[in-house]
């Protein structure tokens, strides 16, 4: 009986093991592929516009910026499920990097993380001179905190994963947001792909998903 247990609890071992293995190996396989040749670097054309709606006991108002258009590498992803209102907004992060970071992302030993509304990176420095060393990895990627304009889009953003090529459409936003009893809330995305650290997040309102 005893070992009759034992041979079970074994048995159990080895099966969650081939389990953890099967999965870093996914998780492995998602973050090392690339886009051949890589992308273009995102278009963004200025424009005017707004969308406003209720959410959260918000009344939101989101100003168009820029016409927005990116053809990417998802490189990692980040889920966000608090009741807060940028949870409710965009539920996901979609960090993307396009050029030849996308087209050596295979090659490269990137360490891609998101948390706290920021993505990182990390890699050796002999590495990433192949695709311009510190700078060249800083502007050809981003973080980015996706709005769906509707159903559709909201459920096609939860289905990347690392490892898509997909191609976004819609706004570079900015979000004003207010409450009758004076709570505000606002979000700033960034106009330009040269910055870095505090605001240099894409805010973008998302009307179009392909997956190519």
Not at 166 to 181: E, H, M, Q
Request: charged fraction near 20%; include cysteine.
């Amino acid at each position: 009986m005893i070992r009759e247990r034992n041979d079970k609890i074994k048995y159990i071992i080895l099966i969650s093991v081939i389990v953890i293995i099967v999965a870093v190996l996914k998780y492995r396989a998602g973050s090392r592929k690339a886009i051949p040749g890589g992308t273009e670097a995102p278009v963004q054309t200025e424009t005017t516009g707004f969308t406003d709606f209720t959410m959260n006991g918000y009344n939101v108002h989101i100003s168009y910026l820029y016409e927005y258009e990116i053809d990417a590498l998802v490189v990692h992803t980040h889920d966000y499920g608090g009741l807060d209102l940028a949870s409710k907004l965009a539920p996901r992060d979609i960090a993307l990097a396009w050029g030849t970071v996308a087209q050596y992302n295979d090659v490269v030993d990137f360490h891609w993380k998101q948390s706290g509304r920021w993505y990182s990176w990390t890699g050796s420095y002999d590495e990433i001179a192949k695709v311009g060393g510190t700078s060249g990895v800083n502007t050809q990627s981003a973080n980015n905190h996706l709005i769906p304009a509707d159903s559709t889009v909201r459920s096609m953003i939860k289905r990347m994963r690392r490892g898509d090529h997909v191609k976004l459409k819609g706004y570079l936003v900015n979000v004003d947001a207010t409450k009758p009893d004076g709570s505000y809330f606002y979000w700033n995305s960034s106009t330009t792909r040269e910055d870095t650290g505090n605001g240099a997040c894409e805010v973008m309102y998302v009307t179009n998903v392909e997956f190519k």
